[in-house]
Nanobody, 113 residues
Framework: VQLQASGGGLAQAGASLRLSCAAS????????MGWYRQAPGKQRELVVS???????NYADFVKGRFTISRDSAKNTMYLQMNSLKPEDTAVYYC????????WGQGTEVTVSS
């Protein structure tokens, strides 16, 4: 399984970005995927996860601003990020969590004030 993330870039505070993560390979019908992020000098942290039956788990710091979705037919996961803040600046990683963990390469998001 390979994960390819895209959609990062530079945005001003208050703006929006949408990240995409395309998965190739067989991941099974029962699975979970998610987005993590790692800011400079900080540990990688979970942003949000989503299961194959649509259950989501958002970190408190993105609730109400970020929305995760997935298109199972396309094996693609999305992260809609609205009302971006400078503290959202980080490298965002998509990951397969279940049935096994696999990391994609990161995509950098920089939010200017």
């Amino acid at each position: 399984v390979q994960l390819q993330a895209s959609g990062g870039g530079l945005a001003q505070a208050g703006a929006s970005l949408r990240l995409s993560c395309a998965a190739s390979g067989v991941i099974g019908s029962i699975n979970a995927m998610g987005w993590y992020r790692q800011a400079p000098g900080k540990q990688r942290e979970l942003v949000v996860s989503i299961t194959s039956d649509g259950r989501t788990n958002y970190a408190d710091f993105v609730k109400g601003r970020f929305t995760i979705s997935r298109d199972s037919a396309k094996n693609t996961m999305y992260l809609q990020m609205n009302s971006l803040k400078p503290e959202d600046t980080a490298v965002y990683y998509c990951t397969l969590l279940v049935p096994f963990q696999r990391w994609g390469q990161g995509t950098e998001v920089t939010v200017s004030s």
